[in-house]
């Protein structure tokens, strides 16, 4: 369930919020004059969000490309080539 708190917490509550942030690593969103305001959230919780969306982005740019080519490889070909970069790579 998400913690809702006024936006004074923050001041007035800083240690537990961030108890609860990185506790539960779920966000804490605050409120302003009974609105909704921000949202904070630990570092590792943004960091996976962050993560989220830019393998989202990668997989929307894959389908793209795939619209637009014929192309198309096994996964036996994938792999053996990912093996080969991070081969490179080490």
């Known amino acids: 369930m998400p913690q ?5 917490d923050l ?5 537990e919020i961030s ?3 990185h ?3 779920e966000p804490v969103f605050l409120t302003k004059n009974g609105h909704g305001d ?11 969000i962050q993560s989220g969306n830019e393998i989202y982005i990668k997989l ?9 080519s014929k ?3 096994s ?7 990912l093996k080969r970069q991070l081969k490179q790579g080490e």
Do not use: G
């Open 4 to 8: 809702i708190r006024p936006v004074s």
């Open 11 to 15: 001041r007035n509550n800083f240690a």
């Open 19 to 21: 108890k609860i942030v």
């Open 23 to 25: 506790e539960s690593r």
């Open 38 to 48: 921000m949202v904070v959230m630990s570092i590792e919780q943004y960091e996976s």
């Open 60 to 68: 929307k740019e894959a389908e793209l490309e795939a619209k637009n």
């Open 71 to 73: 192309v198309r490889y």
């Open 75 to 81: 996964h036996a070909v994938v792999f053996d080539q």
